[in-house]
């Protein structure tokens, strides 16, 4: 063996000392503990609505953010035994959680009269009378969602529908599109309403063929009436600790139907913006459990635009729970209600007119250019092909007059439309809110109100996917069921929820489960300017998620309806469990 000279040896000195540091510091990282996850969901069906990564087994949270998404062996690494919540999804479906892009929630009135889906008017009467046995004489009685064109008879009820029963109590009933409503004589004499009442502008005061006012209160009639009469309300109803309470009612409701995000829009009687003050105490409270975008109201003047400014600022973008949104707006009525927005007379009453505009055009057009030039997002409810047409053509002068920019401007509803206008919104980047559960409401009377020959681009999801455009779904409870579930069905089906034969009403327009879910979580974060950061199942992303009770993309549509929710996550918190 040749001898090693000590001189060269100690050359080579150096060299092995630092392979050896090499090699500890190499064993040292390979020994580095795995950060551990706060909550792991493992054995999962996960639809991520991420294009790169469509599909997952997996997935660790850590705070209120995603920490990894993949495989059961490779999230296994981030389970400790001592600090992991781990559950086994047994194969069902894990989504993103449901961001409802359009509405009305507050807190649940366990008093309100709930009408939806009656059949027979006398029924009306029953509930309010039940109603009435257990309120305080005087006291305000409130319900709807009631819809005529369920009943038998199909006509409109009138205010003798309640007058036998509630002599001494003013009641207000919502029709199912909240565009209408009936009152009681007594309601209208609080009011001040009598057969002389002129129609205010954008409104109707529905009276019968003598001329008297039959109960029946039209779009902007309908503020002639609550606004007086709700006045009247118990002190109790409202008293801070039944408002918490109904709140909390609300949440939970949410919860359970898989919703991790909402956004608040005004309604068309709303007199000022929502009100952001209630969802930040509960916010303080730690009992917040979905994240809301809320709505200021438009026409806004000047100085109500500045006041929005300010309170973008006070609720900025860049915050995931409570953010300021868009202006939301009306330009006209609905179908139901035959105050939509048409370029034919409707076939069913022909002497009505094409529609109630909201405001003139001129008007309108100025409002939303001088709130575009203010760099604000604006969300007008257009559900008839003229009222589409002017949004569309006032948001076209906006671009005109102020300059292109990425303000994802929305249509609300956008229900029945023309088919040169479904290139529009790809074109102005408008955002089409759509609320799939109008279709199996609608279809019952559409055709005989307009024509099937208009309405091969009703609810047109799939043209306008097709077309370009950004699509978000939503509710707009109450007018429909919260539950998106039923949503999805609507849009994979177009069939009345009792289920039916055939294949849908105007088939050509239903899309793909997938592409239903997408819409019902990116979509609606591409609508907020959150899809950066909500609306996928993606590393870094909130950990805004639900659980079902079964794998929906491999049931029957059917089935859907019967399907539950069994963990609904939010920011990493559980805020709805029910474990099979």
């Known amino acids: ?17 630092f392979l050896s540091f090499l090699l500890l510091l190499m064993n040292a990282c390979s020994g580095a503990k795995q950060e551990s996850a706060d909550l792991v969901i493992t054995n999962a069906l996960i639809l991520t609505i991420d294009e790169a990564s469509p599909r997952a087994e997996a997935i660790a949270i850590k705070g209120e953010t995603i920490l990894a998404i993949g495989t059961n062996e490779e999230i296994q690494a981030y389970i400790n035994s001592e600090a992991t919540e781990v559950i086994d999804a047994k194969g069902r479906l894990l989504t993103p959680g449901f961001n409802d892009s359009h509405v009305h929630l507050d807190g649940i009135d366990p008093d309100y009269v709930d009408l939806r889906y009656i059949t027979d008017q006398a029924e009306i009467a029953r509930r309010v009378k039940k109603q009435i046995a257990i309120t305080e004489k005087g006291e305000l009685v409130l319900g709807g969602n009631w819809e005529h064109e369920m009943f038998k008879d199909r006509q409109w009820p009138t205010k003798e529908t309640l007058d036998s029963v509630s002599p001494e109590h003013p009641v207000i009933l919502y029709r199912a599109d909240g565009h209408s409503v009936l009152a009681n004589s007594l309601a209208m004499k609080l009011a001040g309403i009598t057969d002389a009442t002129p129609n205010p502008f954008g409104g109707t005061i529905m009276r019968d063929a003598k001329g008297k006012a039959t109960g029946i209160f039209q779009e902007k009639a309908r503020g002639l009436i609550t606004y007086t009469v709700k006045a009247n309300e118990s002190s109790d109803k409202s ?9 909390r009612a609300a ?10 995000s909402v956004r608040r829009v005004c309604a068309s009687l709303d007199s000022v913006a929502v009100d952001p003050s209630i969802y930040q105490k509960f916010k303080e409270l730690g009992e917040l459990t979905y994240r809301v975008t809320f709505s200021g109201k438009f026409p806004a ?3 109500t635009l500045q006041e929005y400014s300010d309170l973008a600022k006070a609720y900025p973008p860049e915050n995931d729970w409570i953010r300021f949104g868009p202006i939301k707006g009306h330009i006209d009525g609905t179908l139901g209600s035959g105050t939509m927005m048409v370029f034919e007379p409707f076939k069913d009453a022909p002497d009505i007119g094409l529609g109630l505009e909201q405001m003139p055009y001129d008007a309108f057009e100025e409002r939303i250019v001088a709130a575009d030039k203010m760099n604000m997002q604006l969300t007008i409810h257009a559900i008839g092909p003229r009222g589409n047409d002017w949004v569309l053509n006032a948001y076209q002068k906006a671009r005109d007059v102020n300059g292109k920019r990425d303000a994802r401007h929305t249509i609300e509803h956008a229900q029945i439309l023309r088919k040169e206008d479904i290139d529009r919104f790809n074109a102005l980047n408008v955002v089409a809110s759509m609320q799939p559960l109008h279709v199996v409401t609608d279809k019952r009377f559409a055709e005989k109100r307009i024509g099937m020959e208009n309405l091969q681009y009703s609810y047109a999801w799939n043209s306008l996917n097709a077309s370009g455009a950004h699509i978000s779904f939503g509710s707009d409870y109450p007018v429909e069921p919260l539950n998106p579930l039923f949503g999805l069905y609507a849009a994979i089906t177009r069939k009345d929820l009792k289920g039916e034969s055939g294949e849908g009403w105007v088939p050509k327009e239903k899309i793909t489960l997938e592409k239903a879910i997408e819409f019902y979580t990116l979509g609606s974060s591409y609508g907020e300017f959150m899809e950066d950061r909500k609306g996928k199942l993606k590393k870094g992303y909130l950990a805004d998620m639900v659980l079902f009770d079964r794998n929906l993309l491999s049931v029957q549509p059917a089935e859907l309806l019967e399907s539950k929710v069994t963990y609904t996550i939010v920011g990493g918190k559980i805020v709805f469990k029910d474990e099979i």
Do not use: R
């Open 301 to 303: 003047s000047d100085a």
């Open 239 to 247: 008293s801070e600790t039944a408002k918490m309470e109904q709140w």
């Open 251 to 260: 949440f939970k409701h949410v919860a359970s139907l898989g919703i991790t």
């Open 1 to 17: 063996m040749p001898k090693t000279n000590p001189s060269e040896f100690m050359k080579l000195i150096p060299k092995i000392l």
